[in-house]
């Protein structure tokens, strides 16, 4: 029987005794089991059956023939891993070849993969760069790097960008934890855009907003839809600008729906969150997730009810119970890790997000209503984008304050908070709301632009 035992038992003889255990299975579940339990080789392993596998029907059996031959290290098989890195009709298999010529390190391997590099399959690309960075430092291995930093695929440009020409830069100086002492708290009773203007690049630590409904409620007037995105892309740039290194945006938007204007005419549905995604793509946004916040039905206007009476295919409106919570991240070389060791490790523990988070992408959370304001974040979606996005005595920021509910949590979970909102009642009610539960060196401030701007050091 074949077992695990046994095929090293063989492998240890090395005298072809593999070779021979191999001709004796043709099925690729058997050949597969044999190959996968080889583990580590002896110097002496007789592979000469290994090139047979190569023309496996089985992809999976070609790919572990293909990592077994790595395993070897052998150069004589630099022309048989060449081709397969070029012609297999498995990427896997592509990049296990690819993988096993880098893994052999010599010269002969340097120029294959420098051949691979006009690969057209990114993966493969990428491969061959990684075996090739063994060699940095090399004059010409790296001018050949290099130059892939305008590639046309973006995965290979990051990898380059970071490798060679990302530069360790501290825009303001400030450690990354930290925040300036006139933002903590603070709310300015003016344009978003206008504020963000006075603040040093990478001020702040996260920003959690849901902006103006385009002209659906009547808080904020646009003349079209396209210079309400083109405002938004205006918010979000300079928001990118004072986010800290790799830090989190979290956009919750939906579609909306501008009602008819008479019978005679459709009401008209404007897809917010997929035409603001482009923008925030572009403007060096990483797209991290969406998150649905689903709300219970009988919390929403009922669109269904048409439909209910006539039944008539087309006519179909779905009572939308739903919105986006699109999560982006400032695109940056560094990985998460960096950004998370930045902090001591008490603050890591005390920042530890509690027991009962949310294990999927879907939010069951009811809606909040308000007397004065008309559309309100609810406390619970706060917390847990406060929660799952920032540590203890982080900045958050929220453009689009409204009522405030965002800089009411932030505090009540030992953040500090920022925002700015334009509407004077708006702000007027955010200040009749005003506590002191925590933070007492950092008392709420609400200020005019002015004031704002004397507080600026
Ligand atoms: C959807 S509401 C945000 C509500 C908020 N999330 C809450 O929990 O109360 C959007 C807010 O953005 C404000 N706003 C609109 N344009 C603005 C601008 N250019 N600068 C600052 N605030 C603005 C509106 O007055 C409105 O209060």
């Given at each position: 029987m074949l077992t695990k035992e046994y095929i090293k038992e063989l492998k240890n003889r090395g005298n072809g005794d593999i070779g021979?255990?191999?001709?004796?299975?043709q099925d690729s579940a058997s050949l597969t089991f044999i190959l996968e339990n080889l583990g580590q080789l002896p110097?002496?392993?007789?592979?000469?059956?290994?090139?047979?596998?190569?023309?496996?029907?089985?992809?999976?059996?070609?790919l572990w023939a293909v990592k077994t031959i790595g395993k070897l290290v052998k150069e004589d098989y630099l022309p048989v891993l060449k081709n397969i890195a070029t012609i297999d009709v498995d990427t896997n298999v592509r990049r296990e070849a690819v993988s096993s010529i880098g893994r052999m390190r010599t010269i002969n391997g340097q120029s294959v993969l420098t051949e691979i590099l006009q690969d057209n399959d990114p993966k493969i690309v990428c491969q061959a760069i990684r075996g090739l960075l063994v060699f940095k430092g090399n004059s010409k291995i790296d001018d050949n790097l290099k130059s892939l930093v305008n590639h046309e695929n973006e995965m290979v440009r990051t990898v380059i960008y970071k490798e060679y020409f990302a530069k360790l830069k501290d825009k303001n100086g400030q450690p990354h934890?930290?925040?300036?002492?006139y933002l903590k708290n603070v709310v300015v009773n003016a344009d978003t855009i206008e504020t963000m203007k006075l603040l040093?690049?990478?001020?702040?630590?996260?920003?959690?907003?849901?902006?103006?409904?385009?002209n659906a409620r009547d808080y904020s007037i646009y003349p079209s839809y396209k210079a309400y995105l083109e405002f938004l892309a205006d918010v979000f740039k300079e928001v990118h600008r004072i986010t800290k290194e790799g830090r989190f945006l979290i956009v919750n938007t939906s579609p909306i729906i501008i009602p008819r204007i008479s019978r005679a005419h459709s009401s008209k549905r404007y897809p917010i969150p997929f035409d603001i995604h482009p923008y925030l793509m572009e403007m060096?946004?990483?797209?991290?997730?969406?998150i649905v916040w689903m709300k219970p039905e009988a919390s929403v206007k009922n669109r269904i009810g048409?439909?209910?009476?006539?039944?008539?295919?087309?006519?179909?409106?779905?009572?939308?119970?739903?919105?986006?919570?699109?999560?982006?991240r400032k695109s940056t070389e560094k990985l998460l890790d960096w950004n998370m060791r930045q902090y001591d490790w008490q603050t890591v523990q005390d920042s530890k997000v509690p027991e009962?988070?949310?294990?999927?992408?879907?939010?069951?959370?009811?809606?909040?209503?308000?007397?004065?304001?008309?559309?309100?974040?609810p406390v619970e979606l706060c917390k847990r984008v406060i929660q799952y996005y920032s540590y203890k005595g982080d900045l958050v920021f929220d453009p689009f304050g409204g009522s405030g509910t965002m800089g009411k949590t932030a505090k009540s979970l030992n953040r500090y908070f920022f925002l700015t909102e334009k509407d004077e009642n708006y702000f007027e009610y955010m200040k009749s709301k005003k506590t002191k539960e925590m933070f007492d060196t950092h008392e709420t401030k609400f200020l005019t632009l002015k004031e704002f701007k004397t507080t600026i050091k």
């Open positions: 021979q255990l191999i001709n004796k299975y110097k002496d392993f007789d592979g000469s059956f290994l090139q047979n596998l190569l023309t496996h029907k089985n992809a999976n059996v070609r934890t930290e925040s300036y002492d040093k690049d990478e001020s702040i630590h996260l920003t959690f907003t849901s902006p103006p409904y385009y060096g946004w990483e797209f991290i997730d969406d048409g439909f209910q009476q006539h039944r008539k295919p087309l006519g179909y409106k779905p009572n939308s119970i739903t919105e986006y919570l699109m999560v982006y009962g988070y949310e294990s999927t992408n879907v939010w069951k959370i009811d809606p909040c209503f308000d007397k004065v304001h008309s559309a309100v974040f």
